[in-house]
C-alpha cells in the first residue's frame, strides 16, 4: 500500500512563488509520480511528472518554464516549484503515483496512475 501526503498549498499574489511538496510512503521503487490540478467547474488536468528510476520530467504546455518538478529519492519526496503564478493556476494540487514506469504520452493520462493524494489547495489572486 502507497501513501501520499501533500503539503505546501496557499494563498500568493500573481507573479509569486509556492513550493509544493508530496511524500510518499510504501513501494515506490521504479515507480512515475506527477502533479495534476482541479479548478473549480473544471476537469482534473495534467500538470507535470516524473519518474522515479531517472531524471526523465515532461510538463503540460501552460506552465512549461514556469513550474519545475524534482524529486528526494532518499527522503521519497517530490516537489513542485511553481513561480510566476498566474491566477489561472487557482486549484486544488493533487501529486499521483504510478508503480509502473511511464512514457512521456503516459505520464499525461490520469488513469495511469494507482494513488492520489489528498490534494492541497492553491489560490492566485490578481
Same mark, same amino acid.
Given at each position: 500500500?502507497?501513501?501520499?501526503?501533500?503539503?505546501?498549498?496557499?494563498? @500568493?499574489?500573481?507573479?509569486?512563488?509556492?513550493?509544493?511538496?508530496?511524500?510518499?510512503?510504501?513501494?515506490?521503487?521504479?515507480?512515475? *509520480?506527477?502533479?495534476?490540478?482541479?479548478?473549480?467547474?473544471?476537469?482534473?488536468?495534467?500538470?507535470?511528472?516524473?519518474?522515479?528510476?531517472?531524471?526523465?520530467?515532461?510538463?503540460?504546455?501552460?506552465?512549461?518554464?514556469?513550474?519545475?518538478?524534482?524529486?528526494?529519492?532518499?527522503?521519497?519526496?517530490?516537489?513542485?516549484? *511553481?513561480?510566476?503564478?498566474?491566477?489561472?493556476?487557482?486549484? @486544488?494540487?493533487?501529486?499521483?503515483?504510478?508503480?509502473?514506469?511511464?512514457?512521456?504520452?503516459?505520464?499525461?493520462?490520469?488513469?495511469?496512475?494507482?494513488?492520489?493524494?489528498?490534494?492541497?489547495?492553491?489560490?492566485?489572486?490578481?
Amino acid at each position: 500500500q502507497v501513501q501520499l501526503v501533500e503539503s505546501g498549498g496557499g494563498l @500568493v499574489q500573481a507573479g509569486g512563488s509556492l513550493r509544493l511538496s508530496c511524500t510518499a510512503s510504501g513501494r515506490t521503487f521504479s515507480s512515475s *509520480m506527477a502533479w495534476f490540478r482541479q479548478a473549480p467547474g473544471k476537469e482534473r488536468e495534467f500538470v507535470t511528472g516524473i519518474r522515479w528510476s531517472g531524471s526523465s520530467t515532461y510538463y503540460a504546455g501552460s506552465v512549461k518554464g514556469r513550474f519545475t518538478i524534482s524529486r528526494d529519492d532518499a527522503k521519497n519526496t517530490v516537489y513542485l516549484q *511553481m513561480n510566476s503564478l498566474k491566477p489561472e493556476d487557482t486549484g @486544488v494540487y493533487y501529486c499521483a503515483l504510478s508503480i509502473n514506469a511511464l512514457s512521456d504520452s503516459a505520464l499525461a493520462d490520469h488513469e495511469n496512475y494507482d494513488y492520489w493524494g489528498q490534494g492541497t489547495q492553491v489560490t492566485v489572486s490578481s
